[in-house]
């Protein structure tokens, strides 16, 4: 009787933390980037997706991507680099670092055996459940870099998050999706812009 109570109650325990998560798989594996930053994974409908925005300061393969503090600086930029959030280092974890839409060119920015998504990938993610708000991907509202190198978010930290798509638009534009809470979309940026960056398993 006892052990027949205990599997009762684990059952119990597994459906309800199944219908807290809505139906999605609880982010309990990791991946570890080339620096050893950890991050949490979560399996929503077909796809695994990190937990968590990207942090790294180094391509898959070795080379640093530079950090670029002036604003003048990157609004020049033709090649990767990455910032903290108002330059500050106190949001790398939860936000995560802004990269602007050159260093996912060389397809190198994601740990080996993951990649950032493409228009495909996001737009398979907004099918399964457009709001991300129970599905444990963890959406971190995380700001933005502008062209100028301004820093801007319209309802400042805690509002918007801006991802970069892998999918061009044109030679110097990428797909960019934007999430707020209850609703996301779709449009394009430059790629001198900083935004968020998470990975999905090849």
């Known amino acids: 009787m006892k052990n027949y109570l205990i599997s009762i109650f684990l059952l119990y325990s597994i459906t309800l933390s199944s219908q807290l998560m809505g139906g999605f798989m609880s982010p309990t594996h990791t991946v570890t980037d080339i620096e050893g930053n950890e991050y949490k994974t979560v399996k929503i409908g077909t ?44 949001y790398n974890i939860p936000y995560g670092k802004l990269y602007n839409g050159y260093t996912i060119d060389n397809g190198n920015l994601c740990p080996t055996g993951w990649h950032v998504p493409d228009n495909g990938d996001f737009n398979t993610l907004i099918n399964y459940n457009s709001t991300l708000t129970d599905s444990g991907f963890n959406a971190v509202f995380a700001g933005r870099r502008l062209e100028n190198g301004n820093f801007y978010n319209p309802l400042s930290i805690g509002g918007a998050i801006y991802f970069f798509s892998s999918t061009f638009y044109t030679t110097t534009q990428r797909w960019v999706y934007i999430f707020y809470g209850q609703w996301s979309s779709g449009g394009r940026d430059t790629k001198v812009l900083g935004h968020s960056v998470r990975c999905i398993k090849d």
């Open 47 to 90: 796809q695994i997706w990190m937990a968590e925005n990207l942090r790294t300061a180094t391509y898959n393969n070795g080379t640093s991507i530079p950090n670029v503090t002036s604003g003048s600086t990157w609004s020049g930029l033709t090649s990767g680099a990455w910032c903290y959030y108002d330059n500050n280092s106190s």
